[in-house]
């Protein structure tokens, strides 16, 4: 079993995994509290919130069960070698469970709140339908020979698809609105500290293990870093230089009433 070859490294890997944690889990709050003091979700796009409980249970199963099972960890070592660790720490479990359970809480806000004439789009249904319909199949297809880490590595795939696509439907909605007014710039700011943490505790184990298998035997974990600094970039790009707020706004939830209605091919 791999062991770690510096303890500076293995201390500063700690620091890297926890400040991914909790910057991650953080940017959640800023959200669901902007949501609580408006007691509206106007501007925040529902398909965005579907997609990412999809993406965060995925990677919840994942994460779980590569951490916990001794029998996946066991075929993991058989595919990558005995001397590999395994590239899941207990930061990465305890996000996965709180961001299911903090998007959770941000969809009974969209129940609960007003929400103006959005709607969840069919397109987003659709999607997640067939994600977990293609998860059934293969939880059937890898009991009959045990192939656990095959099927883990679905859901990893999973969570990746979910994470590139889940944040096209808010920025495409900032675009057309040009305006980020009830999307919560805190949370993208929080997400990008989360990212660049989260790929440096994967660069300091590389290095301290001088191998790369880290990055490509949990290739969810590398590109959900990547593309999420990369859409945290555009968000910011948005906020900032392309779609600014009006300071001189003085009643900004009239300004939000007034908002055009989503195209009806949006809607369900």
């Not at 890997?13 to 509206?40: C, D, E, H």
């Not at 501007?43 to 029998?71: C, E, I, M, P, Q």
């Not at 889940?166 to 980020?180: H, L, V």
């Not at 298998?213 to 870093?225: A, D, E, H, R």
Request: aromatic share 14%.
């Amino acid at each position: 079993m791999a062991s770690w070859n510096s303890t500076p490294l293995e201390v500063l890997y700690q620091i890297m995994g926890w400040t991914a944690f909790v910057s991650w889990s953080i940017s959640f709050y800023p959200q669901v509290i902007l949501n609580y003091r408006r007691k509206r979700v106007v501007g925040l796009n529902f398909d965005f919130v579907v997609l990412n409980l999809t993406k965060h249970s995925s990677y919840l199963v994942y994460n779980a069960t590569l951490y916990f099972s001794a029998a996946v960890r066991r075929q993991y070592r058989e595919k990558y070698g005995f001397r590999e660790m395994i590239p899941v720490a207990v930061n990465d479990v305890a996000f996965s469970v709180h961001a299911v359970l903090l998007t959770a809480i941000t969809l009974i806000q969209i129940a609960i709140y007003d929400r103006g004439n959005q709607k969840i789009s069919k397109i987003s249904l659709v999607i997640v339908s067939a994600v977990w319909l293609t998860a059934a199949v293969c939880f059937f297809i890898a009991l009959p020979k045990h192939s656990w880490l095959w099927l883990i590595s679905i859901f990893n795939s999973i969570q990746v698809l979910m994470t590139v696509i889940k944040y096209i439907p808010q920025a495409f909605m900032n675009f057309r609105r040009k305006s980020t007014d009830g999307f919560s710039i805190g949370n993208i700011l929080l997400d990008f500290l989360g990212g660049i943490t989260n790929y440096a505790q994967m660069a300091v184990q590389s290095i301290d293990q001088k191998s790369w298998v880290n990055f490509y035997g949990n290739i969810g974990k590398t590109l959900l870093s990547l593309v999420s600094i990369f859409f945290d970039l555009l968000f910011m790009l948005q906020h900032y230089v392309l779609f600014p707020a009006k300071k001189s706004s003085a009643n900004p939830e009239a300004s939000e009433d007034n908002e055009q209605p989503l195209p009806k091919s949006e809607e369900v």
